[in-house]
């Protein structure tokens, strides 16, 4: 009974942190449209007088309610970890009918994520289906974004490849959440300048595989984008 009310408790948890990512999304993509303040730009004018072209206080109140989302899908996302590693410690193995996805112990937090559309002649952006939230006899995943994608350039590698503003980063080739993130992507994108980089993100609630090529273009950068730590 007490590890099933902590798997209802964990769902419903999962369920909130997708409705912050969602607002998160919102969010981002009111304040990079083009013309936009970004969520760091200026709100002066180059003589220091307020922009005429924005809304200020609604500017400053969406970047405050970012800053407050962050914090509490941080905060949201510990606890269901938490719940988690409880969870995995408490259950028994036992022989069931359910199928279960065979994964490589040991290697990413995805391993145990079914992965959809793997014809290779499929685009190579498919989905990531994590188990159902109904099925209360099989693990729950979570995968913790590490980064979000906050400004991408037009015609960009990283654009043409699929990524989108608001993406959040779950994994980047063999870059996963840590310390030293800022230079670990910038070293992954340049040691694999003209190779495919798998990435795995999380976009409005559902996990996304996809592929990047770091690669020179007409812009600065090998991919055009920006990523923020979160």
Known sequence: ????NLKSQTITLMAERSAMEAEMNAIIERLCQPGGPGLSGNLVDSEGFPR???DIPVV???????????NNHRGITERINQNIQVLHSARTPSKSSIPQY???????NNQNSLIVGADPSASSQSVL????????????????????VDEIADASPA???GLQLGDQIVKFGSVEAGENLARRLASEA???QGRA????IMRQGALINLTVTPRTWQGSGLLGFHLQIL
Do not use: C, K, Y
């Open 1 to 4: 009974m007490v590890a099933t």
């Open 52 to 54: 005429s072209d924005i």
């Open 60 to 70: 400053r109140a969406e970047r405050h309610r970012l800053s407050e989302l962050r």
């Open 102 to 108: 065979q994964g490589n112990e040991g290697g990413s």
């Open 129 to 148: 289906l994590r188990d159902s939230p109904n099925s209360m006899d099989v693990d729950l995943v979570v995968s913790i974004p590490f980064a979000l």
């Open 159 to 161: 654009a043409e490849d």
């Open 190 to 192: 340049q040691t694999n």
């Open 197 to 200: 980089i798998p990435v795995v």
